[in-house]
C-alpha cells in the first residue's frame, strides 16, 4: 500500500466566494505546469480542495515541485480507500508503521464531511487510534505535540488517510491578481520583492536598464538567472532590457551631482511607466525598503514618484536587511545577487547624494534639458527575453561569457 494522491488545500482563497473558481482555474493551471514532467498524474478539483492523482509516479518529487505553487496553503500525501473501517483502519496503521520510530507519539485527527458516515469524528479517533496502539508496539497517544499526527478525512467520493501535512507557499495562484513590471536591477532586494508580489498573484514582467560599457554583459547574465530563480515559480518571466548608457551620461553632464541619483531613478521609472502601458501591466514593483540608501527616503521617493501615476508596489518598504537575505536564500537568489558585477545603480554615484532632494529643483534642473528623445529611443531599443523554464538556456552559451 503506497500513497496514491496527494490532497491539496487551498488556504486564502477559501475566502473568495464567487470569484473562487477564477482562482481555482488558475492554481489547476500552475501546478499542471510545475509537474508537467510527471505524465501520469491527474489533478481533481473540488470547491475546498484539489487532488492529485499519482498514477505511479513517485510521490516526494512531487511533492517537492508543489512547495513552490503559490496557492497552496497545505498538502497532504494520502492513502483514498474505501468508506468503512476497517480499510481506514488498514490504511492507517500501514502509514502509521512507515513514519513510527521506537518511543514515537501519535494522535488521531478525523473529519468528517459526510455526516451520514456511522462514525462521528470522536467515534473515528477513538476506533482507529485503538486499533494502533493495539498492533504497534512502543508508541503512545500525545494529543497535544504528537510526533505523527495521522489525518482521518471522510468525503462524500471516499476515505482519506495522511500521516503529514506539509506547509504549501501559500498566496495566490500566480496571474490571478493582474500583472505589474519588476525593475529588476540584480542586487538582492528586487528579486525578492518580486517573489512575493508573485505570492500574492500578480504576474511580472521585469525591467533592466543596462549600460554598456559600464556595465558588462556578465551583469547582464547575472539578471538572466535571476529571472530563471523566478520563473521556477511562475514558469516564464519576460525580460526588458533598456539600454541606459546614453541617458545616464547625459545626467552625469546635466544634473548637478547631488541631483544625479533622484534624476537617474525618475528616468527609469518614466520608461519602466511606457513598458507598463506596452505591456499592458497594471503596477510597477521596485525593492525599496524605506531609508536603506539615500534614494529610498521618504523625500526622494517622493520626487522620484512624481513622473507616474501608476500604483507602485513596494513589499520590502518596512522590512530590514536581514529579513531580505534570509528570503532571498530561501529562494537561491542570494548568491548570484552577489556576483560582483556591478549594474547600473552603482555607476556614477555621487559621494553625496541628496537623501531630502526638493521636487520642485529635480524638475526645474531637468527641463533645462530635452529628454524624451533620448527616452524614445531607448524604448524603441529595448530588448526583450523570455526567460522559461520550458526551455532553459544552454549552458554551454553561458560559460562562453565567462
Given amino acids: 500500500m503506497n500513497y496514491d494522491r496527494i490532497l491539496i488545500r487551498y488556504g486564502e482563497m477559501s475566502l473568495k466566494g464567487r470569484n473562487r473558481k477564477h482562482f481555482v482555474l488558475k492554481l489547476k493551471k500552475n501546478i499542471k505546469f510545475i509537474l508537467r514532467n510527471f505524465k501520469n498524474i491527474r489533478i481533481e478539483s473540488e470547491w475546498d480542495r484539489m487532488y492529485i492523482q499519482l498514477n505511479g509516479e513517485p510521490v516526494e518529487p512531487v511533492m517537492l515541485g508543489l512547495k513552490k505553487v503559490f496557492g497552496i496553503q497545505s498538502f497532504s500525501p494520502a492513502i483514498k480507500t474505501e468508506k468503512n473501517i476497517d480499510a481506514i483502519r488498514s490504511a492507517a496503521l500501514h502509514i502509521i508503521n512507515r513514519a513510527h520510530k521506537s518511543g514515537n507519539t501519535f494522535k488521531v485527527s478525523a473529519r468528517r464531511s459526510d455526516k451520514s458516515f456511522e462514525y462521528d469524528t ?5 476506533a482507529v487510534g485503538a486499533h494502533i496502539l493495539i498492533n504497534v508496539e512502543d508508541i503512545k497517544v500525545n494529543v497535544k505535540n504528537p510526533d505523527i499526527n495521522l489525518i482521518v478525512e471522510i468525503r462524500h467520493d471516499a476515505a482519506y488517510i495522511s500521516g503529514e501535512v506539509i506547509q504549501g507557499a501559500g498566496g495566490f495562484p500566480i496571474a490571478s491578481s493582474g500583472k505589474a513590471m519588476l525593475m529588476l536591477s540584480g542586487g538582492i532586494d528586487s528579486p ?5 508580489t508573485m505570492k500574492r498573484g500578480v504576474a511580472i514582467e521585469a525591467v533592466h536598464f543596462h549600460s554598456p560599457p559600464f ?3 556578465r551583469a547582464k547574465q547575472k539578471v538572466i538567472d535571476l529571472a530563471h530563480k523566478l520563473a521556477e515559480y511562475s514558469g516564464s518571466v519576460k525580460i526588458h532590457i533598456v539600454p541606459f548608457t546614453k541617458i545616464q551620461e547625459t545626467i552625469h553632464k546635466e544634473i548637478p551631482e547631488g541631483y544625479s541619483m533622484t534624476s537617474t531613478r525618475r528616468m527609469m521609472l518614466k520608461i519602466t511607466e511606457e513598458l507598463r502601458k506596452k505591456h499592458e501591466g497594471l503596477a510597477i514593483i521596485t525593492g525599496e525598503s524605506l531609508g536603506q540608501v539615500a534614494s529610498q527616503t521618504m523625500d526622494s521617493m517622493y520626487a522620484i514618484n512624481d513622473v507616474t501615476s ?8 518596512t522590512m530590514d536587511k536581514i529579513d531580505i537575505i534570509k528570503i532571498a536564500e530561501e529562494i537561491d537568489t542570494l548568491e548570484i545577487s552577489n556576483r560582483p558585477y556591478e549594474d547600473c545603480c552603482t555607476i556614477f554615484t555621487p559621494p553625496s547624494p541628496k537623501t531630502r532632494p526638493r521636487l520642485e529643483k529635480v524638475v526645474s534642473f531637468e527641463q533645462k534639458y530635452e529628454w524624451e528623445p533620448l527616452l524614445s529611443e531607448a524604448i524603441e531599443n529595448t530588448e526583450t527575453i523570455m526567460v522559461s523554464e520550458r526551455k532553459k538556456q544552454n549552458d554551454n552559451d553561458v560559460q562562453d561569457l565567462f
Fill in 215 to 217: 556595465t558588462s554583459e
Fill in 192 to 196: 525578492v520583492a518580486g517573489f512575493l
Fill in 310 to 317: 501608476t500604483p507602485i508596489l513596494r513589499p520590502l518598504i
Fill in 122 to 126: 470522536n467515534g473515528l479517533n477513538h
